[in-house]
């Protein structure tokens, strides 16, 4: 509010109070949950897609949502929802069974007032199910078909996976599948990222990022107490130690809140680097003293937020991310981006 005055002399042109107001009646939330079946268990492999209209207005919403894309799924959907009418303070949910396999979603939708009045609203959210690792993988550069439970593709169909700098050529140039477990020990995750040119050599440990390179970021939060910055987050590929001309599998801890370093030698983390073909994996075995930050156990049916994300040089600096989850490639490291992933036993 502002109070003005325009005068000349003695003459007053203008001698009234403005009033900027700036109210969006609507707000959308996107949420993607397990569904529960007529017992109350959750049933992981089917997603319920919860889309939440809140009306904050002081008088009724009416008028038309009207759903312009959702990148993530391959359900066929309603996208028209004509003559809602929601009542002051009050949601008009829209929920959607979808099949497993969905990730990242990416919602475009627009509210059209019966005023005339148009707002538009992108939305996102994610899913994931980590399931538990009832054999051990062996950690050894080599993803074994059936040795990993939970796996994604991360390309170049997906909307929010890859972020590239040109000149990216595709798939075959920065893509990747993710695989990941846990068990009462350890999260297991394997990253193969499909790459054609091999450039991961760098000067030193905390410089990896811009080499091909992996990173992950992690907090066991079922409660959600902790401050958003508060997680683990490493990097992990090749640097030359130094003093020495070869490079080696390095861990650098960028934060590190856990109850115990990851990248100590009795930590209990084991990595490993291999290059097959045109692919490079990165597989490692986390404990979850390196990620807990209070003694607790994990347990099966709570969440977990994690994001994993691979660099791609191939010669000429950083040029390619593929990423589940964000929160590292911003820079803004807060878990409130991470996945929310399910531990399921
Ligand atoms: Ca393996
Ligand atoms: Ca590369």
């Known amino acids: 509010m502002a109070h003005i005055t325009v005068s000349a002399g003695d003459n007053i042109y203008l001698d009234g109070t403005l ?19 007529e017992n109350g268990i959750a049933d992981y492999e089917k997603v319920s897609l919860v889309i939440s209209i809140q009306n904050n207005a002081p008088i009724p919403l009416e008028g ?22 929601i009542k002051p303070g009050e949601e008009y949910n829209i929920v959607m069974t979808l099949s497993s396999g969905i990730s990242h979603i990416k919602m475009d939708s627009a509210f059209l007032l019966n005023d005339g009045i148009s707002v538009d609203f992108t939305n996102t959210a994610s899913y994931a199910v980590c399931y538990y690792a009832n054999e051990k993988p062996s950690i050894d550069g080599i993803i074994s078909d059936g040795e990993y439970r939970s796996k994604v593709y991360l390309g170049t169909d997906d909307v929010i996976s890859v972020l590239a700098v040109d000149p990216y050529q595709g798939a075959d140039d920065y893509s990747a599948n993710l695989s990941y477990m846990w068990d009462d020990e350890n999260l297991y995750i394997a990253m193969e990222c499909i790459d ?13 990022w811009r080499y091909d390179s992996f990173q992950f970021a992690a907090v066991y939060d079922p409660e959600e107490k902790y401050e958003s910055s508060e997680m683990v987050s490493v990097l992990y590929g090749m640097a030359v130690p130094y003093g020495t001309n070869e490079a080696k599998p390095t861990i650098d801890m960028v934060v590190d809140k856990a109850l115990k ?11 490993t680097i291999n290059r097959i073909g045109n692919s490079t994996i990165y597989e490692v075995k986390v404990p979850w003293q390196t990620i807990l930050m209070e003694e607790r156990e994990v347990l099966p049916n709570t969440t977990f937020k ?6 791609d040089n ?13 929160g590292i490639y911003g820079g803004s490291k807060t878990t409130e981006e991470f996945m929310k992933m399910y531990l399921v036993k």
């Open 19 to 37: 009033v900027f107001e700036h109210k969006v009646p609507v707000t959308v939330n996107v949420n993607c949950t397990p569904t529960l079946d």
């Open 64 to 85: 038309t949502f009207l759903i312009t894309n959702i990148y993530g799924i391959s359900t066929e959907y309603k996208n028209k929802f004509e003559n809602l009418s």
């Open 196 to 208: 054609n040119t091999l450039y991961n050599k760098s000067p030193q440990a905390s410089a990896m």
């Open 261 to 271: 370093k990851m990248n100590d030698p009795d930590s209990g983390f084991e990595g």
């Open 306 to 311: 994690f994001t994993a994300l691979a660099n």
């Open 314 to 326: 191939d010669g000429g600096g950083r040029k390619a991310v593929v990423q589940f989850g964000e």
